[in-house]
């Protein structure tokens, strides 16, 4: 704000000089002037306080007449003087002050204000989200759906204007920057105590590497992600200790590979790594064999390394790469004699990696003319080209800007995730397939969500309460309806329980928790609310331990009467409790009603009453 007042002075330095001046002499001229009284007689001037009276309503008004008597000619002489100077001295200054508002360095200063006021009023947990294109505006859209806030900081104002038209439940404030510079991330909220973490998304990785250095500098502790497309720029961040570095090409070529070779892994990785509650993926299982690669650039590069890795066969075609001699065949791909010089007739499979989508799609076209049953990856680069590709529907989408911006969500807001994916390939394809089904039976059709809790004071506090009582909370507890005590567990699973190095895989319900473990859970965005309660409420957890209730209020109590009695005429009654039960994994595998189907559950802790014995 001061930078703005200053900025306003110096531009309206010479107007408001101006209108001083004209105003201090018409009004100490005016003081001085004699007048006429009734009779004719000359008279003293009217003093300064008078005049400057009549200057003030004649400067703006022209004029309320000639006050408290009829003026001398000299008067009228010299207000005559007075209005035409300052009707030009305002005159003069109303077009500075039009243009200053006009001025780009002016909208600039304002907008910066703005944005300065509007990331000191967060008090809640926000992300710097470094760059809104493709990759950052889903990062923060995915953000605002899971109910985290956002700053975002772009240097081209095109995006800056398109971001102010997206809807966003929470409005995120927005910069007009170079997220290079110290001083925007520092504007951004850097050093804000309420800062959770920073993602580097810029075009470019040169910023994108200035970015993760600075924040590692100002904030150590902050958590960094990256994209860095360059495998140079990934070394060299990984000497000042970035957090996650995601090369989406690198990525990519890991992924197809890994449904080549290993589909039951990337299956999984896939769905942890997805938004909540989309449509869960189609099954991808790409044929082992001969392959064909258009363009070879640095997308290019990775799938033929990581395919040739794997054992299958790769021809390449592309232009501009001919001559570095690693290129198969010359030409485009969108010739049909070029892709029959690749052996399109026997090939199982092409990787189609161009930067134009119109490129990609007419290769695409070409491929499955010449060979119907070939299974074709296309690079898709911008996501108005959706229309196009669910028209053509490849088999496989390489979308980089949605790869980026899943596992960035996925990871970010869920820390524990990290740890877990790093030790999936410690798994066989059988442990990871049965892993899948539970997650897929969680909800139905639909990506779970993933979340993690730490049992400290300030997420669980019932737990540390019962914990300070001396009283053992396991994992079953946690797992337990607290809406119905003795009938299908929650629809969520325990994937691992990390105590300081200590790691506890797919954890048991017999397994006790102690203060400070950490849990990472996937299931029911619903479970997941009714979980929260267990942990805050005493009554609830002691009621999901014991099965007993210790009561509440007198509404709360007829209102879960009535509850139940509803539930009884549906359902048969419950049987009586009985002892925590065993540890198992089979109500995973139950059928599980969608959501918004199916009659409410019975109530119970929840609404402050246990099941009748």
């Excluded at 299958?312 to 010359?330: E, L, M, P, S």
Aim: hydrophobic share 40%.
């Amino acid at each position: 704000m001061s930078s703005l007042f200053f900025l306003i002075l110096r531009r309206m330095r010479l107007p408001l000089i101006l209108v001083v001046v004209v105003y201090t002499v018409c009004t100490m001229v005016l003081a001085v002037v004699p007048g006429v009284d009734a009779d004719g007689n000359p008279t003293p001037g009217m003093g300064l306080f008078n005049a400057f009276y009549v200057i003030s309503y004649t400067g703006s008004t022209i004029g309320f007449g000639e006050i408290p008597v009829p003026y001398s000619n000299d008067q009228r002489l010299w207000m005559i003087v007075t209005i035409y100077a300052t009707v030009i001295g305002w005159s003069y200054t109303i077009v500075n002050v039009i243009a200053l508002l006009n001025e780009s360095g002016f909208q600039l200063a304002l907008s910066n204000a703005r944005f300065l006021r509007q990331v000191r009023a967060l008090r809640e947990p926000f992300y710097i989200v470094c760059g809104y294109g493709e990759t950052g505006r889903l990062v923060c859209q995915g953000l605002d759906r899971l109910g985290l806030r956002c700053v975002i900081v772009e240097r081209d104002a095109l995006r800056v204007e398109e971001a102010r038209l997206d809807e966003y439940r929470s409005v995120p404030p927005k910069s007009n920057a170079d997220a290079a510079q110290p001083t925007v991330l520092t504007s951004a909220g850097l050093m804000s105590p309420h800062c959770r973490g920073v993602m580097a998304l810029a075009v470019d990785d040169e910023t994108n590497q200035a970015i993760a250095v600075a924040c590692r500098l100002l904030r150590p502790d902050l958590p960094v992600l990256a994209r860095i497309r360059d495998p140079e720029f990934d070394t060299h961040l990984g000497v000042y200790g970035g957090d996650i570095v995601v090369n989406p090409f690198e990525r990519f070529a890991e992924h197809l590979t890994a449904a080549l070779v290993a589909p039951a892994h990337f299956r999984l990785r896939e769905i942890l790594t997805s938004l909540p509650d989309h449509k869960l993926p189609a099954v991808h299982r790409p044929p082992r064999g001969h392959w064909i690669m258009c363009g070879y650039g640095r997308f290019g590069h990775a799938v033929v390394q990581k395919l040739r890795g794997a054992g299958q066969t790769v021809t390449v075609i592309d232009v501009a790469h001919f001559d570095q001699g690693d290129v198969d065949v010359k030409g485009r791909g969108t010739e049909a004699g070029v892709l029959q010089a690749a052996g399109i007739d026997r090939a199982v499979g092409i990787v189609i990696g161009h930067h134009s989508d119109q490129r990609n799609l007419a290769i695409g076209v070409h491929a499955r003319d010449l060979n119907p049953g070939i299974f074709t990856v296309i690079r898709q680069n911008l996501d108005s080209s959706d229309p196009l590709f669910e028209e053509f529907s490849p088999d496989l989408v390489m979308e980089p800007y949605r790869l980026v911006a899943q596992e960035f969500l996925a990871v970010i807001t869920t820390p524990l995730l990290a740890r877990f994916l790093d030790r999936l390939p410690l798994h066989t394809e059988e442990e990871c397939a049965n892993l899948t089904r539970r997650l897929e039976h969680l909800n139905p059709r639909h990506i779970p969500e993933i979340w993690s809790i730490d049992l400290d004071a300030v997420a669980a506090p019932a737990v540390l309460r019962a914990m300070a009582r001396g009283e053992h909370v396991r994992i079953g507890h946690l797992r337990t309806d607290p809406a119905r005590w003795t009938g299908p567990s929650l629809r969520l699973s325990p994937l691992m329980l990390a105590r300081g190095d200590e790691i506890i895989e797919r954890p048991s319900d017999d397994t006790e928790v102690r203060a400070g473990d950490q849990i990472l859970f996937a299931g029911h965005h619903q479970a997941k609310r009714r979980q929260e309660l267990i942990l805050v409420n005493d009554n609830v957890l002691d009621y999901v331990r014991t099965g007993t209730d210790h009561g509440t209020g007198w509404v709360w109590q007829n209102l879960v009467e009535r509850r139940r009695r509803r539930s009884a005429a549906k359902e048969p009654a419950p049987p009586e409790p009985a002892p925590l039960r065993a540890a198992t994994e089979a109500p995973l595998l139950e059928p599980i009603e969608s959501p918004g189907e199916g009659p409410a559950p019975s109530s119970g802790p929840a609404s402050g009453q246990a099941p009748e014995k």
